[in-house]
């Protein structure tokens, strides 16, 4: 018995062809991370309790290449290398997201509150 291919009521919205206005595009994204990622040297900024250490490839799998984390929310503090900085996989994602950790509000609170935060 052949079947039919199924047939959606509503169609796929479609992508949109550039980001909303105030949102930065593919390029702007791309140098900034690479901003964090030179300022950082690329070593992970964030030092939580279990951090990898070490260099983090530029690129790579998500869970050994560098993340760029947000200590901010991106919608209402924007892309900005003031509120951004560089986090391995256990930091950014297993510490900050999963567990809750608290990060502070600037790239310049950094130093002190890594002191409070010591591995």
Same mark, same amino acid.
């Given at each position: 018995? #052949?079947?039919?291919?199924? +047939? !959606?009521?509503?169609?796929?919205?479609?992508?949109?062809? +550039?980001?909303? !206005?105030?949102?930065?595009?593919?390029? $702007? #994204?791309?140098?900034?991370?690479?901003?964090?990622? $030179? !300022?950082?040297?690329? +070593?992970?900024?964030?030092?939580? +309790?279990?951090?990898?250490?070490?260099?983090?490839?530029? $690129?790579? $799998?998500? /869970?050994?290449?560098?993340?760029?984390?947000?200590?901010?929310?991106?919608?209402? /503090? *924007?892309?900005?290398?003031?509120?951004?900085?560089? *986090?391995?996989?256990?930091?950014?994602?297993?510490?900050?997201?999963? #567990? *809750?950790?608290?990060?502070?509000?600037?790239?310049?609170?950094?130093?002190?509150?890594?002191?409070?935060?010591?591995?």
């Amino acid at each position: 018995m #052949k079947r039919s291919p199924i +047939k !959606r009521r509503v169609p796929l919205r479609q992508r949109r062809a +550039k980001p909303r !206005r105030g949102q930065p595009t593919a390029s $702007d #994204k791309a140098s900034l991370r690479r901003f964090v990622y $030179d !300022r950082a040297g690329g +070593k992970c900024e964030l030092r939580l +309790k279990g951090c990898k250490g070490g260099v983090l490839p530029w $690129d790579g $799998d998500v /869970f050994t290449r560098g993340h760029l984390v947000h200590l901010r929310a991106r919608r209402r /503090f *924007g892309w900005r290398a003031e509120t951004s900085c560089l *986090g391995c996989y256990s930091c950014h994602i297993e510490q900050s997201h999963v #567990k *809750g950790v608290k990060l502070p509000a600037t790239y310049a609170e950094l130093p002190e509150w890594r002191l409070a935060h010591a591995a």
